[in-house]
């Protein structure tokens, strides 16, 4: 499975960014897929995630109310919309693929494919 983040940029505090993670290969039929971010010097962070199959979601608090995860089964493609963005959601977002979509989880582990980042800069 390869996966290419895009949709990544520069943005005041306040603004909006639409991310989108395209995923091909051997994706499956029943899987998630989900957003990390990573800041210098921290631990990865999970984001969100999304069930491929049912649309189920999951967001850590920080972003519940201002994010917005969605899918395109037809195009392999998962989105996330950010709103609202705030200087602490600077950071470099990575999608990951998990071949599972029973049960949404924030591990890292448990996903098998990662993108290559997306760098997010919100100003203040």
């Known amino acids: 499975v390869q996966l290419q983040a895009s949709g990544g940029g520069l943005v005041q505090a306040g603004g909006s960014l639409r991310l989108a993670c395209v995923a091909s290969?051997?994706?499956?039929?029943?899987?998630?897929m989900g957003w990390f971010r990573k800041i210098p010097g921290k631990e990865r962070e999970f984001v969100a995630a999304?069930?491929?199959?049912?649309?189920?979601?999951l967001y850590t608090d920080s972003v519940k109310g201002r994010f917005a995860i969605a899918r395109d089964n037809a195009k392999s493609t998962m989105f996330l919309q950010m709103n609202g963005l705030k200087p602490e959601d600077t950071a470099i977002y990575y999608c990951?693929?998990?071949?599972?979509?029973?049960?949404?989880?924030?591990?890292?582990?448990?996903?098998?494919?990662w993108g290559q980042g997306t760098q997010v800069t919100v100003s203040s």
């Open positions: 990951a693929h998990r071949a599972s979509s029973i049960r949404l989880t924030e591990d890292p582990r448990l996903y098998n494919y």
């Open positions: 290969g051997r994706t499956g039929s029943s899987y998630s």
């Open positions: 999304i069930s491929m199959r049912n649309s189920g979601t």
